[in-house]
């Protein structure tokens, strides 16, 4: 099965399908609560990568994970 992150994870990151359910359902929640169309791609890249990285260092929770990035887009904005 495929998710919508699937083009953004890395052969060389290496996640398990609980992981990686994990990760695109942050993704999935983080576009759909920032209204991003599929057409930007520049920012859902962003969101991912930003993503990928918290999952690299830990953070599995998709809750927590929305959260600390659309605090972080808040600040930037």
């Keep these: 099965m495929t998710t919508a992150i699937d083009p953004f994870l890395k052969e060389s990151a290496v996640f398990d399908a609980?992981?990686?359910h994990a990760i695109a359902v942050a993704f999935d929640e983080i576009c759909k609560m920032m209204n991003l169309p599929l057409?930007?791609?520049d920012e859902r890249e962003t969101i991912a990568?930003?993503?990928?990285?918290l999952a690299r260092a830990g953070e599995l929770d998709p809750y927590t994970i929305c959260k600390r990035i659309l605090r972080e887009a808040r600040?930037?904005?």
């Design 18 to 20: 609980h992981e990686t």
């Design 39 to 41: 057409e930007a791609k």
């Design 49 to 53: 990568v930003r993503v990928i990285d």
């Design 75 to 77: 600040a930037s904005a």
